[in-house]
Structure formats: C-alpha cells, structure tokens
C-alpha cells in the first residue's frame, strides 16, 4: 500500500467520524456533521414559565419539549409515535394501560416510573396548583377530574393508578379514539416530585431542573438567553446529535431578523410581516414555511358593554376585510379564516358561515346597518379598545384593522400595548375590551380549538357562555362515530358564528429563517412540536 494511499485511507476514517451512521435521526446518507454541536434559537418573548402545569404560553412549550418527555410524542411528520411509554393498550378506548420504557431515566439518575405520571397529573389537577391548562385533563375526559378541579374530591381521586412501577393505568368516562393524541401535550408532561418538594417554586431554575428529555437547563439568565445542553442519561441520548441548543429572547422581528443575518442565531422565532417579500427574494436559501394548526383571532370579552350586544361583535367581524390583512399585512401564505377551527385540522368538515360567502362590500353594508340597531354610526362613533403584547407584527395587524373599521363603520379604536407576561395577566382576569388571541391546536383533532369556548373553561378568557354551545360539545366528545363527532363539530362553528364570541382573522403557516447549515428541519408538523433532538449541524 503506497504512503499516498494510505494517508488518503486515514483522511477518509478521519472525516467519517463526523458522518452519519449510528444516529436514528433521519439524516441523509453522506451528510457530514460539524464538530461543533451547537444551535442557537430565537424564542420571541421570555419564556415566562418552564414548569408545564404552570405554562400556558407557546414558547414556553417549545422549550419544554427539549426538557420532559411525556407518554406520547409526534415525530418530524406529525405522526404519533411511543414517548416515555413503549406501547400501550385499550380494549373500549375508555380504559388504556401504558407501559413504560424501562430504561427512562431522570436526569439525575432517577428512573422514570408510573408514580411520576401519577404524581403530575393530580398535581395538574390540584386547584391548589391553580394551572391554566388544568382544564385540559377535563376535556380528556379522566374519571373524576371535573370534581378534582372543582375542589369536590381530592387529587388522589384522579382517574390514573399505578398497576406497578412500569405500567399506568388511566380511566375514561367516556370512549375517546384519539386519547393517546391529546398525550402530546405539554401540560401532561412529568415533574419530578422529589425536585418540586425541595425547592417548590424555583425548581425550573437552572441548577435546580430536573428533566427526563433529551436536554437539560444549563444556565437562565433572564431576558438575555436560556443555554439547555445534552442529557447524556436521556433514554434515546445516543440518538441525540446536538450538544447544546441555546434559546434567545428577542420579541423584535427586525431586530432578530438582524441578529440571523449577524450570524448570532441559527432559527428566528418569526420573521417580520413587512420584510417577508423581500426575504423571500433575497434570501430564499434561509426562508423557511411549514403548516401551522393555528388560528389568529381577537377575542371579545362578551358579558361587558358594549360587547354584551352581538351586534356590534357581528358588525366588527363582518367589516373586517380579511383578504387585505393575509394579503398585505402578513402575506406568508396565511389563509383567511371565517371558523375557529383551521380546516386542515384532522376530522374537520364544517361549512362556511354565511357572511363568507358574501362580497366584502356586502359584508359592510350588513355591518353599517347592525353598528346603527345598536346606536352607533359616523356622527354617534363607537369607542373600543383594543389590546395586543408587544410584537410589531402584532402592532401591524392591529393598526391595519383599526384603520379598515374606521373607514368602513367610523369606529375609534385604541390600541394598548402590554409586555407579554402582564398581557396575559389582562387576558386572564378579564380587564379589556378586545383582545388580539391566537390559538394552536394541544393534538390534532377538532375539540382542541372548539373546548375552548365552554363555559367551564378556564382558558376562555372571553367568558362566552352558552348552553346549547356546551351541550354540541359534549355531544361530540360522546360521539360513537366519527360522522356524528364531525357533525357536532360543524354545529359548534355554526353558533359560534352565529355568537361570534371571537372574530376569526386567519389561519396560520409558520415562516422562520433557518441556516442552510441546520439539518432536520423543517419540521412537517402542523403542531409546530419541532424537538431540537431531531436537529443537527452540518459541516460547512
């Protein structure tokens, strides 16, 4: 073997340690790795909780799929697929057993066993944790968490046991098909217990987190950046090529968009509604547009005045042109909504509400004249509020609209601008007017978005309460067959239009810059569940 060939030999060995072979994430073949590991995340706002019963904020979720694994998961894809449970089992879709991986560890060494899910979801449930997604173990229908969440019965009463340390048992009051779906969610992700009691509220502080993920949190300084690094004890470490995945909170699109083209971060948050075009030009290598189930509305507090009059909630919908804010405004490729509930939704098969099938110019004429029933016009003008958190993509949308209902009905809007944390406090107790809202769907099935609006939930920051809107859902949820579940679905939209406790302006994509230089995305998930596990760093 001649010296040339040789050195040639090593070269080849030497550069293969950095190609793919042994990672069972879906890297094409000849894709040669960085020796550096490391992605950097813009995260839009500071990530205001990390402890999934106390979160309720979508960036707070993205953060938290690094860091705990629940029983379920989705891949790349959207398809479900086994997450701290192996596999699991149901004989009438109301009683299911989960069994446990029994090399799922903690990243303390802890092993994770059926009394952690135990211990988390009544912890959920606990009115004393005062979760804003506790709601959510109702709307999955587990025995007895309606009286939980009430006060009426203990936690401890909770329809979950543990058969033994690897297999969990979970009690339905009704046949729910799409259970195991509703598991990706964030809020029923596991806690340590031990963590918690030593250091209560501060245990997601850094130092003090303890997660079953693929990551753990390294350093959290605030509203400067969040460092997570690999969890060499996660069950699928081995699958997991990043070492470090540091998340920075710029709520400024053009700011972040600046700091992408610096060099300084890896995947934007967002990018900015009025440079998307350009980008999309200039830069269409980093411009990357993935489905989104998600739904941008504004919310009317509908038990104050004027709101408490649907006329005005009707005449404000119906002035709103729609195709001007997804053309012009946003213009990624949003869809104009006229329903809550996208209709890429799995299951979903609702028609449109009449007003969308009429002219714009129709739509504001029937506006003019239900704005005047309720006493309203040009020379007597209605006077609104309307509330956003800071985001200029936000500020934009909301200028745009008042402008259009100015023109069209002689309304006068003021616009109010919180940061995102005490807005979403004034969501919460109640304190406005109209609100700017998004909502993106916990699992892919209808009843994530139309729960939404039952009286009973704690999420319904309209405090829209209808009956015969409660009834059609539980309805659904009841269903024996898919036919009549899509029905029930159809009717909600129909009184939800007909109420218009919410103004539907569009459905979602999800348009970030992304370096050429990261693999595995995008993500085909209409959950926007985008796991930094699945990512890598090429060599450039």
Same mark, same amino acid.
């Given at each position: !073997?001649?010296?040339?060939?040789?050195?040639?030999?090593?070269?080849?060995?030497?550069?293969?340690?950095?190609?793919?072979?042994?990672?069972?994430?879906?890297?094409?073949?000849?894709?040669? %790795?960085?020796?550096? &590991?490391?992605?950097?995340?813009?995260?839009?706002?500071?990530?205001?909780? %990390?402890?999934?019963?106390?979160?309720?904020?979508?960036?707070?979720?993205?953060?938290?799929?690094? /860091?705990?694994?629940?029983?379920?998961?989705?891949?790349?894809?959207?398809?479900?697929?086994?997450?701290?449970?192996?596999?699991?089992?149901?004989?009438?879709?109301?009683?299911?057993?989960?069994?446990?991986?029994?090399?799922?560890?903690?990243?303390?060494?802890?092993?994770?066993?059926?009394?952690?899910?135990?211990?988390? +979801?009544?912890?959920?449930?606990?009115?004393?944790?005062?979760?804003?997604?506790?709601?959510?173990?109702? !709307?999955?229908?587990?025995?007895?968490?309606?009286?939980?969440?009430?006060?009426?019965?203990?936690?401890?009463?909770?329809?979950?046991?543990?058969?033994?340390?690897?297999?969990?048992?979970?009690? %339905?009051?009704?046949?729910?098909?799409?259970?195991?779906?509703?598991?990706?969610?964030?809020?029923?992700?596991?806690?340590?217990?031990?963590?918690?009691?030593?250091?209560?509220?501060? +245990?997601?502080?850094?130092?003090?987190?303890?997660?079953?993920?693929?990551?753990?949190?390294?350093?959290?300084?605030?509203?400067?950046? !969040?460092?997570?690094?690999?969890?060499?004890?996660?069950?699928?470490?081995?699958?997991?090529?990043?070492?470090?995945?540091?998340?920075?909170?710029?709520?400024?699109?053009?700011?972040?968009?600046?700091?992408?083209?610096?060099?300084?971060?890896?995947?934007?948050?967002?990018?900015?509604?009025?440079?998307?075009?350009?980008?999309?030009?200039?830069?269409?290598?980093?411009?990357?547009?993935?489905?989104?189930?998600?739904?941008?509305?504004?919310?009317?507090?509908?038990?104050?005045?004027?709101?408490?009059?649907?006329?005005?909630?009707?005449?404000?919908?119906?002035?709103?042109?729609?195709?001007? $804010?997804?053309?012009?405004?946003?213009?990624?490729?949003?869809?104009?909504?006229?329903?809550?509930?996208?209709?890429?939704?799995?299951?979903?098969?609702?028609?449109?509400?009449?007003?969308?099938?009429?002219? &714009?110019?129709?739509?504001?004429?029937?506006?003019?004249?239900?704005?005047? &029933?309720?006493?309203?016009?040009?020379?007597?003008?209605?006077?609104?509020?309307?509330?956003?958190?800071?985001?200029?993509?936000?500020?934009?949308?909301?200028?745009?609209?008042?402008?259009?209902?100015?023109?069209?009905?002689?309304?006068?809007?003021?616009?109010?601008?919180?940061? +995102?944390?005490?807005?979403?406090?004034?969501?919460?107790?109640?304190?406005? &007017?109209?609100?700017?809202?998004?909502?993106?769907?916990?699992?892919?099935?209808?009843?994530?978005?139309?729960?939404? /609006?039952?009286?009973?939930?704690?999420?319904?920051?309209?405090?829209?309460?209808?009956?015969?809107?409660?009834?059609? $859902?539980?309805?659904?949820?009841?269903?024996?067959?898919?036919?009549?579940?899509?029905?029930?679905?159809?009717?909600?939209?129909? $009184?939800?239009?007909?109420?218009?406790?919410?103004?539907?302006?569009?459905?979602?994509?999800?348009?970030?810059?992304?370096?050429?230089?990261?693999?595995?995305?995008?993500?085909?998930?209409?959950?926007?569940? !985008?796991?930094?596990?699945?990512?890598?760093?090429?060599?450039?």
């Amino acid at each position: !073997m001649s010296l040339l060939f040789q050195r040639m030999r090593w070269s080849l060995l030497l550069l293969c340690m950095f190609c793919v072979s042994s990672y069972a994430v879906d890297v094409p073949v000849g894709t040669v %790795l960085a020796k550096k &590991q490391e992605l950097v995340r813009g995260i839009g706002a500071e990530v205001p909780s %990390l402890d999934p019963h106390k979160s309720e904020a979508m960036n707070s979720s993205i953060v938290i799929r690094d /860091l705990l694994e629940g029983l379920t998961s989705e891949d790349e894809n959207g398809n479900l697929i086994p997450g701290a449970a192996s596999h699991w089992h149901t004989e009438d879709n109301r009683t299911f057993l989960f069994y446990l991986r029994p090399d799922a560890v903690w990243s303390n060494g802890d092993p994770v066993t059926a009394h952690d899910f135990v211990y988390s +979801w009544r912890r959920l449930a606990d009115p004393l944790t005062a979760s804003p997604y506790g709601w959510y173990l109702e !709307m999955t229908t587990i025995k007895y968490a309606a009286d939980v969440l009430a006060g009426k019965l203990k936690p401890n009463k909770l329809g979950i046991t543990a058969i033994d340390n690897l297999t969990l048992k979970i009690e %339905l009051t009704e046949s729910l098909p799409y259970f195991p779906k509703m598991l990706v969610h964030t809020s029923v992700k596991p806690v340590h217990q031990a963590t918690i009691q030593k250091h209560g509220d501060r +245990w997601t502080r850094s130092g003090n987190f303890v997660g079953n993920g693929a990551f753990v949190l390294n350093e959290w300084v605030v509203n400067e950046r !969040m460092v997570l690094i690999k969890n060499h004890k996660y069950m699928d470490a081995k699958k997991t090529i990043l070492n470090k995945v540091t998340y920075l909170p710029i709520e400024n699109q053009v700011a972040e968009m600046n700091r992408f083209f610096a060099g300084e971060i890896d995947i934007s948050y967002e990018v900015p509604n009025e440079h998307f075009k350009r980008l999309a030009k200039e830069h269409s290598d980093s411009v990357v547009i993935t489905p989104m189930l998600c739904s941008y509305y504004y919310g009317v507090r509908v038990d104050n005045p004027p709101f408490d009059d649907v006329r005005i909630r009707k005449a404000l919908a119906y002035a709103l042109d729609r195709d001007i $804010i997804t053309h012009y405004i946003t213009g990624k490729g949003e869809t104009p909504a006229y329903y809550f509930t996208p209709d890429k939704t799995a299951d979903m098969q609702a028609d449109l509400p009449e007003y969308a099938t009429w002219s &714009q110019d129709e739509r504001n004429e029937k506006a003019r004249q239900l704005l005047a &029933q309720a006493g309203y016009d040009k020379n007597n003008p209605l006077e609104i509020e309307l509330l956003y958190n800071t985001s200029e993509n936000h500020k934009k949308i909301a200028t745009a609209i008042r402008q259009l209902w100015k023109q069209t009905l002689g309304v006068r809007v003021s616009l109010v601008n919180e940061e +995102w944390k005490t807005f979403l406090d004034t969501r919460r107790f109640g304190t406005y &007017q109209l609100t700017r809202s998004g909502w993106c769907g916990d699992y892919n099935e209808p009843s994530t978005f139309l729960t939404l /609006l039952l009286s009973n939930n704690s999420s319904n920051d309209m405090h829209y309460k209808n009956a015969e809107y409660d009834a059609v $859902i539980n309805k659904a949820l009841k269903a024996k067959n898919l036919a009549s579940r899509r029905q029930s679905y159809a009717d909600a939209e129909a $009184i939800l239009a007909r109420d218009m406790p919410i103004i539907p302006i569009y459905h979602y994509v999800n348009a970030r810059l992304v370096k050429k230089k990261v693999g595995g995305y995008p993500l085909n998930n209409a959950l926007d569940i !985008m796991p930094s596990k699945y990512m890598y760093i090429k060599a450039e």
